[in-house]
C-alpha cells in the first residue's frame, strides 16, 4: 500500500507478537548472554497484551498504537516494557488523528518512538542499546519517499544497526554491569527492534 491503514497497525501488532513469540528463545539467549536472560519473556508477554488490547472497530491507526504501547506499559517485566510501550504511545501520538499513515508520517512516527525511549532511557547512540537499531530505522523511513521503500529501508536500517552493536561496549541498562565483557554479543532489546520492523515489512508488503 502507499498508505498504513489502522488495520494495517493492527495487522503489525499481530504479526509483532508472532514474530517474538517465534523468536523467544533466540532473544532470551541474546540476553542471557550479556544480562538476565528474560528478554524473549518479557516481550512475548508484552505483545501478546498489546494483542488483546487492540480497539475493535474503526480507531485511528495512532489509537491502535496507543492502545498497544499501554498494554505493553503495564504487561510487560524488565527495562524493555516501560521503553516499548513509550515507543509505541509516542508513535501514536505523533500519528494524531490521521487516517492513514505515509511514508512522512511513519517517519515521524519512528522519530517520535526515539526520542521518548532516549529521554526515558537515556541512552545515547552507540550505548549497544535498542537506540542503536531505531535511531537508523527512523533516519532511513524519514530519507524515503514513499511508503514502501520507507517500510523496507526502515527494517534493513534495524537489523545493520542490531548487527553493529555487537562490536558495542554496553553503556545502559545490564549489559553495562559487564563493561568491556559485553563486546561481542547483539544487544537483545536491538535484536527485537529489528524483529519489530521486520514485522512492519511483512505487513506492508503482503
Ligand atoms: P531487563 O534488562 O530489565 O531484564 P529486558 O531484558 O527485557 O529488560 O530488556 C533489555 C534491553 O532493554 C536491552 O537489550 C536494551 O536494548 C534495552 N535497554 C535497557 N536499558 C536501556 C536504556 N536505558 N535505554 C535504552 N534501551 C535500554
Ligand atoms: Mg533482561
Ligand atoms: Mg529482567
Excluded: C
Amino acid at each position: 500500500p502507499s498508505a498504513l491503514s489502522a488495520a494495517d497497525v493492527a495487522a503489525w501488532i499481530r504479526r509483532a507478537a508472532e514474530l517474538v513469540a517465534a523468536d523467544a528463545e533466540h532473544l532470551t539467549r541474546l540476553d542471557a548472554a550479556i544480562g538476565d536472560g528474560d528478554h524473549g519473556l518479557n516481550l512475548d508477554r508484552g505483545f501478546a497484551a498489546a494483542v488483546a488490547a487492540l480497539p475493535s472497530g474503526d480507531a485511528a491507526p495512532g489509537k491502535v498504537l496507543i492502545a498497544a504501547g499501554r498494554a505493553i506499559v503495564s504487561k510487560t517485566g524488565g527495562a524493555s516494557g516501560p521503553l516499548y510501550g513509550t515507543a509505541l504511545r509516542r508513535a501514536g501520538k505523533a500519528f494524531g488523528d490521521a487516517a492513514e499513515i505515509d511514508a512522512a508520517a511513519l517517519g515521524a512516527g519512528l522519530q517520535a518512538a526515539l526520542d521518548g525511549v532516549r529521554e526515558l532511557g537515556q541512552a545515547e547512540p552507540g550505548d549497544k542499546t535498542m537506540v542503536d537499531a531505531l535511531g537508523p530505522a527512523a533516519a532511513a523511513a524519514l530519507a524515503a519517499a514513499d511508503l514502501p521503500s520507507a517500510v523496507r529501508a526502515a527494517a534493513d536500517a534495524a537489523s545493520e544497526g542490531a548487527e553493529a552493536t555487537v562490536a558495542m561496549r554496553a553503556r545502559k541498562g545490564r549489559a553495562s554491569y559487564l563493561g568491556e565483557r559485553s563486546v561481542g554479543h547483539m544487544d537483545p532489546g536491538a535484536a527485537s527492534t529489528a524483529l519489530l520492523l521486520r514485522a512492519l515489512a511483512d505487513v506492508a508488503s503482503s
